[in-house]
């Protein structure tokens, strides 16, 4: 099931796949952020936040990987499916700044968050 990231206008910024435990792997959860999904090209994470170390070394690592191409001024595409640990990671490296709302940030189709599917 794909989650999305929309602005304000309703213009879908990244898609996203949550990956649950498999019967291989119960402790294994995992969030793509898929292909073709924009990045910001801004970054105002504040240093009194203790994950923006980790957000703004995530974001430096995709852009100089040339895992993204220009898309216009404001963001980058990324080219390819990238996969992170936690959801609040992942939007808060395609954001530019700390989320802590990321689980309910993310929508389906349905308009229920990644929350209400994965956590209720």
Same mark, same amino acid.
């Given at each position: 099931?794909?989650?999305? !990231?929309?602005?304000?206008?309703?213009?879908?910024?990244?898609?996203?796949?949550? #990956?649950?435990?498999?019967?291989? +792997?119960?402790? +294994?959860?995992? !969030?793509?952020?898929?292909?073709?999904?924009?990045?910001?090209?801004?970054?105002? +994470?504040?240093?009194?936040?203790?994950? +923006?170390?980790?957000?703004?070394?995530?974001?430096?690592? !995709?852009?100089?990987?040339?895992?993204?191409?220009?898309?216009?001024?404001?963001?980058?595409?990324?080219?390819?499916?990238?996969?992170?640990?936690?959801?609040?990671?992942?939007?808060?490296?395609?954001?530019?700044?700390?989320?802590?709302?990321?689980?309910?940030? #993310?929508?389906?189709?349905?308009?229920?968050? #990644?929350?209400?599917?994965?956590?209720?």
């Amino acid at each position: 099931m794909e989650f999305y !990231i929309k602005d304000t206008e309703g213009n879908t910024i990244a898609t996203f796949t949550y #990956l649950t435990s498999t019967k291989d +792997c119960s402790t +294994c959860k995992a !969030i793509v952020v898929k292909a073709e999904s924009l990045i910001s090209k801004n970054a105002y +994470c504040k240093e009194r936040f203790k994950d +923006c170390k980790t957000i703004d070394d995530e974001r430096k690592r !995709i852009i100089e990987s040339v895992k993204v191409e220009e898309h216009d001024e404001e963001y980058y595409v990324i080219k390819e499916d990238i996969v992170f640990s936690s959801p609040y990671i992942a939007v808060s490296v395609i954001l530019g700044h700390t989320e802590n709302e990321a689980w309910n940030m #993310l929508t389906n189709d349905e308009n229920q968050t #990644l929350k209400d599917v994965y956590r209720s």
